[in-house]
């Protein structure tokens, strides 16, 4: 029988006693461009007490916070993360994304590159040929891209199941797609939430500076931060994808946060006017989700803003309590507000005093230990540890057809879908990824399994026949004969779904390894191409 071993991950979060004047120091003093100065709650004016609430509220949730960051006067005084996730990983922010565009935007106005929020988007655009001539069109400015009230017929909300978001990915050319929009009314009258028109601001860095948004936040913003892990992938035509897509770690999402809350400000330089801090954080419009809208930056009642991503990734600016609180996540949309509401139950609360508080050793060791917990990992089973056991980085099944294979970090747990699954698995990257045992079909050889069996299974779940676009044979790494099949089809949402398998024979039984991403292929070959039946040390 395997021994289940769970292991402990020291989440990064190491709250450590202050050595030395434990009183607040001005955030300008000790920005952490090469690593946050850590400090004990109290000494930052923070109750332990409550901020063990907080993980212990999240630890014994449904799930889906991975990672909670507070930054207090400059300070890190708790870095938490709950297991499946890890300390050192990127997280997807989607959203959030945006406000980083909007800080680009502000940048370029302040190096002269863009005149100002005035200047008529169609004018970065001279050679382009637009399809509409609706003169509406014409007055379009940056403010209203940045607002989300440039009048665009854009159907591309949660609401409306992204419908022209899906339909810009397909399109040839994703800046022209936006830009042939039809106009639904004139700019400026209402706060419709687009992301075609965010991708517009990066292709207007683009036009406006001659460098993709990415290699300009790269020398502009993230190289003055200390930020050098960040992936921002960009469309066919190498446009940064200004709405979303980008990935970064939670203390580096923190500095994003501190930087607006200094006004622009890091280590003694203005990186971004705070003139524009001012402009593009002020409530705006009305709008959905939260109560107010700025420049690509989000309001609500209380008395901080913030930048917003789907399924839950959050960086609360709270000025009145000089902090920043950062959330990530994958949460199911009934529970995105779920890291508002620690922010107000908790993070907030927890801000008892401008200055120091007398240490609390009882409170600060069971934070620690609660930190310890929701970081640990005891890995997943399906079924039964011989049938099913995912940990450190490996699936085992032990049952025959024994096999093994690589599972990615930070990887989540699925239930199964069919009765021939003995795992499954959502990686970080979004996608889903299964292995499963079933009977060979009669008269089905291994090189015909991927297109005669699998596809027909595809063709009962999406809106149309999957397409075979490869099929070859590969050898495992142990040297047993299988098939990696590719196959593209469009599922009930309308995304483009290129779902890879690879099938091997094995005791008379069909093994399979299959993996849905709906756009880099790259971690899905890695996954179903790991497929072993050579099963290493546990």
Same mark, same amino acid.
């Given at each position: 029988?395997?021994?289940?071993?769970?292991?402990?991950?020291? @989440?990064?979060?190491?709250?450590?006693f202050?050595?030395?004047?434990?009183?607040?120091?001005?955030?300008?003093?000790?920005?952490?461009?090469?690593?946050?100065?850590?400090?004990?709650?109290?000494?930052?004016?923070?109750?332990s007490?409550?901020?063990? #609430?907080?993980?212990?509220?999240?630890?014994?949730?449904?799930?889906?916070?991975?990672?909670?960051?507070?930054?207090?006067?400059?300070?890190?005084?708790?870095?938490?993360?709950?297991?499946?996730?890890?300390r050192?990983?990127?997280?997807?922010?989607?959203?959030?994304t945006?406000?980083v565009?909007?800080?680009?935007?502000?940048? @370029?106005?302040?190096?002269?590159?863009?005149?100002?929020?005035?200047?008529?988007?169609? #004018?970065?655009?001279p050679?382009?040929?637009?399809a509409?001539?609706?003169?509406?069109?014409?007055?379009?400015? %940056?403010e209203?891209?940045?607002?989300?009230?440039?009048?665009?017929?854009?159907?591309?909300?949660?609401?409306?199941?992204?419908r022209?978001?899906?339909?810009?990915?397909? /399109?040839?050319?994703?800046?022209?797609?936006?830009?042939?929009?039809?106009?639904r009314?004139?700019?400026g009258?209402?706060?419709?939430?687009?992301?075609?028109?965010?991708? %517009?601001l /990066?292709a207007?860095?683009?036009? !406006?500076?001659?460098?993709?948004?990415f290699?300009?936040?790269?020398?502009?913003?993230? @190289?003055?931060?200390?930020?050098?892990?960040?992936?921002?992938?960009?469309?066919?035509q190498?446009?940064?994808?200004?709405?979303?897509?980008m990935?970064?770690?939670?203390?580096?999402?923190?500095?994003? &946060?501190?930087?607006?809350?200094?006004?622009?400000?890091?280590?003694?330089?203005?990186?971004?006017?705070? !003139?524009?801090?001012?402009?593009?954080?002020?409530?705006?419009?009305?709008?959905?989700?939260?109560?107010?809208?700025?420049?690509?930056?989000?309001?609500?009642?209380?008395?901080?803003?913030?930048?917003? &991503?789907?399924?839950?990734?959050?960086?609360?600016?709270?000025?009145?309590?000089?902090?920043?609180?950062?959330?990530?996540?994958?949460?199911?949309?009934?529970?995105?507000?779920?890291?508002?509401?620690?922010?107000?139950?908790?993070?907030?609360?927890?801000?008892?005093?401008?200055?120091s508080?007398?240490?609390n050793?009882?409170?600060?060791?069971?934070?620690?230990?609660?930190?310890?917990? /929701?970081?640990?990992?005891?890995?997943?089973?399906?079924?039964?540890?011989?049938?099913?056991? !995912?940990?450190?980085?490996?699936?085992?099944?032990?049952?025959?057809p024994?096999?093994?294979?690589?599972?990615?970090?930070?990887?989540?747990?699925?239930?199964?879908?069919?009765?021939?699954?003995?795992?499954?698995?959502?990686?970080?990257?979004?996608?889903?990824?299964?292995?499963?045992?079933?009977?060979?079909?009669?008269?089905?050889?291994?090189q015909?399994?991927?297109?005669?069996a699998?596809?027909?299974?595809?063709?009962?779940?999406?809106?149309?026949?999957?397409?075979?676009? /490869?099929?070859?044979?590969?050898? %495992?790494?142990?040297?047993? @004969?299988?098939?990696?099949?590719?196959?593209?089809?469009?599922?009930?949402?309308?995304?483009?779904?290129?779902?890879?398998?690879?099938?091997?024979?094995?005791?008379?039984?069909?093994?399979?390894?299959?993996?849905?991403?709906w756009?880099?292929?790259?971690?899905?070959?890695?996954?179903?191409?790991?497929?072993?039946?050579?099963?290493?040390?546990?």
């Amino acid at each position: 029988m395997m021994v289940l071993v769970g292991r402990l991950i020291l @989440a990064g979060f190491t709250f450590l006693f202050c050595i030395g004047d434990p009183r607040p120091v001005a955030a300008d003093q000790l920005l952490p461009t090469n690593g946050w100065r850590v400090s004990t709650p109290e000494a930052q004016g923070m109750d332990s007490g409550l901020l063990a #609430d907080l993980v212990a509220e999240i630890e014994n949730s449904d799930g889906g916070i991975d990672s909670v960051t507070i930054i207090r006067n400059g300070h890190l005084v708790l870095d938490a993360y709950f297991a499946p996730f890890e300390r050192g990983l990127k997280h997807i922010i989607h959203s959030v994304t945006k406000s980083v565009t909007s800080s680009l935007i502000g940048i @370029a106005i302040d190096r002269g590159d863009i005149e100002s929020v005035s200047q008529p988007v169609l #004018d970065f655009f001279p050679d382009r040929v637009i399809a509409s001539d609706d003169q509406r069109k014409r007055t379009i400015t %940056l403010e209203h891209l940045l607002t989300m009230t440039a009048g665009f017929e854009c159907q591309d909300s949660f609401r409306h199941r992204w419908r022209s978001l899906l339909q810009m990915r397909r /399109s040839a050319d994703w800046t022209q797609y936006v830009l042939d929009l039809p106009m639904r009314e004139a700019p400026g009258q209402s706060f419709d939430y687009c992301n075609g028109v965010s991708f %517009l601001l /990066s292709a207007i860095i683009e036009s !406006a500076t001659g460098m993709s948004a990415f290699d300009y936040a790269k020398q502009h913003l993230f @190289a003055r931060l200390g930020i050098t892990d960040v992936r921002w992938p960009a469309d066919p035509q190498g446009v940064t994808v200004g709405y979303g897509e980008m990935w970064l770690k939670p203390r580096d999402m923190a500095k994003f &946060g501190q930087l607006y809350l200094d006004h622009g400000r890091w280590d003694g330089r203005q990186i971004v006017s705070s !003139a524009w801090v001012a402009a593009s954080t002020r409530p705006r419009v009305d709008a959905t989700l939260f109560a107010k809208y700025g420049y690509q930056w989000w309001h609500d009642a209380g008395d901080y803003y913030a930048a917003i &991503g789907f399924r839950g990734q959050y960086i609360f600016v709270v000025p009145n309590h000089n902090m920043v609180v950062v959330f990530t996540s994958d949460l199911p949309p009934k529970d995105f507000y779920v890291p508002r509401d620690l922010l107000l139950d908790y993070a907030i609360p927890a801000a008892t005093s401008d200055g120091s508080l007398p240490a609390n050793k009882e409170q600060h060791k069971r934070l620690n230990t609660l930190l310890h917990q /929701s970081a640990s990992n005891p890995g997943f089973t399906w079924q039964s540890s011989r049938r099913g056991y !995912a940990a450190h980085g490996v699936f085992r099944r032990q049952a025959e057809p024994a096999f093994q294979l690589r599972v990615p970090r930070g990887s989540r747990r699925l239930p199964l879908q069919s009765q021939f699954q003995v795992m499954r698995m959502k990686t970080l990257t979004g996608f889903n990824f299964a292995a499963a045992v079933g009977d060979i079909p009669a008269g089905i050889a291994l090189q015909d399994i991927g297109p005669r069996a699998y596809a027909p299974l595809l063709a009962g779940v999406g809106r149309n026949e999957p397409e075979v676009v /490869s099929n070859a044979p590969i050898v %495992l790494d142990d040297g047993t @004969a299988a098939y990696r099949t590719e196959l593209h089809w469009r599922n009930r949402l309308g995304v483009d779904i290129k779902t890879l398998v690879v099938s091997a024979f094995k005791d008379g039984k069909w093994v399979l390894v299959d993996a849905h991403p709906w756009k880099d292929q790259r971690e899905a070959s890695q996954i179903v191409e790991s497929l072993t039946f050579q099963i290493g040390d546990q």
